[in-house]
């Protein structure tokens, strides 16, 4: 079956912008997990979605950022007034339960200019 | 939070010799520690994971030993090949359900 799926592979947005960035699990995970992943370094957790409880917000780095998820399908991750230091691979991960293995998306590759 | 430290940074051998990578973590209650390998432009991919009722685990070259009185766990990969040239992640998941990953090592397998 399909993977987690995440759409635009790559974006290039203007300092200031909006940018909407979009996953879609693996159907039945009822976990989703969103990271970042500057250049080089590691993955950094932002945001953590398990069924329809109240989403671990705690790694957001600053109030631009934000996500949503309908029940258990596909998320956005939106950042507001991008910022140069925004731009890096946003990676998307899902599993069938909180305690299971996470799959990744290929990432959404940003670049704020 | 869980911290997950990852040694070393960059691992150079020669195809054929072992490969090993070192990880700490500090929550004691994290009971799952996944290992993914991440290619030049893709995704993280699992290629192993050991929970806290096992010490060790092994598939084909790659095994996993955790020593959770100590708080660490290594990844070792023996005989090397090129395809194995990658950055490896280590990452630890306990109550909170959320993975806390190392900084990665990059592995580089001389031919």
């Known amino acids: 079956g399909a993977g987690v799926s995440q759409s635009p592979s790559n974006k290039v947005t203007e300092k200031g912008k909006d940018v909407e960035l979009r996953c879609d699990p693996i159907s039945g995970h009822t976990a989703l997990y969103w990271y970042r992943q500057r250049l080089g370094q590691g993955l950094e957790f932002l945001i953590y979605f398990q069924g329809n409880s109240a989403p671990d917000k705690s790694g957001l780095p600053s109030d631009r950022f934000s996500a949503e998820r309908t029940g258990e399908s596909v998320s956005t991750l939106t950042i507001q007034r991008t910022q140069q230091e925004d731009s890096a691979v946003y990676l998307c991960?899902?599993?069938?339960?909180?305690?299971?293995?996470?799959?990744f998306g290929q990432g959404t590759r940003l670049t704020v200019v | 939070g869980e911290n997950v430290e990852q040694h070393p940074s960059t691992l150079s051998v020669q195809e054929g010799d072992s490969a090993v990578i070192k990880c700490t973590y500090s929550d004691s209650a994290s009971n799952y520690f996944p290992w993914y390998k991440q290619e030049l432009g893709k995704r993280p991919q699992l290629i192993i994971d050991?929970?806290?009722?096992?010490g060790e685990k092994k598939d084909q070259r790659i095994a996993v030993t955790l020593n959770k009185t100590a708080k660490h766990f290594s990844l070792h990969i023996t005989e090397t090949q090129p395809e194995d040239s990658a950055v490896y992640f280590c990452?630890?998941?306990?109550?909170?359900?959320?993975?806390?990953f190392g900084r990665g090592t990059s592995l580089i397998v001389h031919p």
């Open positions: 990452a630890a998941r306990g109550g909170s359900y959320i993975p806390t």
């Open positions: 050991i929970r806290s009722n096992v």
């Open positions: 991960a899902s599993s069938l339960a909180s305690n299971s293995e996470a799959f």
